[in-house]
């Protein structure tokens, strides 16, 4: 089956943004087509099955945490302003809860903090990560 254009655009940011994980801007189409993201999404799309995707959200998801980790030491160290660095956090844990919902749909919860998964076995809106202790609602 041929993917709509709609769903290239979106893999297409998706493997942008796993190669780009601090950058917080939206490229456009036509940079994702000049950069060869578009069609490495296409073909992407047109061979991939459930797991690879639930697979590519999920690596993207934990360097989003790894970014925002990196980005609250440096606002430890005093490399950052914490007005800078509160912008790019809350950018990043946006983006985070996005992924996190995203894989949640595929039957898996992920912990927002440590990116560990497990299979989610009943419809509660809160869950504790059994790695890292976080309780957090689930999306």
């Keep these: 089956m041929t993917p709509t254009r709609d769903e290239i655009e979106e893999r297409a940011l998706e493997l942008w943004r796993l190669s780009n994980p601090s950058i917080l801007i939206t490229p456009e189409p036509e940079e994702l087509k000049e950069s060869g993201y578009w ?5 992407d799309l047109m061979t991939s099955d459930a797991s690879k995707d639930r697979e590519v959200l999920r690596r993207v998801a934990q360097s989003l945490l ?4 990196r980005i609250q030491d440096h606002l430890g160290e005093g490399l950052l302003s914490e007005s800078e660095s509160k912008a790019v956090i809350a950018g990043l844990i946006k983006r985070v809860e996005e992924l996190s919902a995203r894989v949640a749909v ?10 560990h998964s ?22």
Aim: proline residues 5%.
């Design 39 to 43: 069609d490495r999404a296409r073909r």
């Design 66 to 69: 790894e970014e925002l980790h």
């Design 106 to 115: 595929a039957t898996d919860i992920v912990c927002p903090r440590c990116g």
């Design 118 to 139: 497990w299979p989610r076995t009943s419809s509660s809106l809160y869950a504790t990560c059994s790695k890292c202790n976080r309780h957090f609602r689930v999306v």
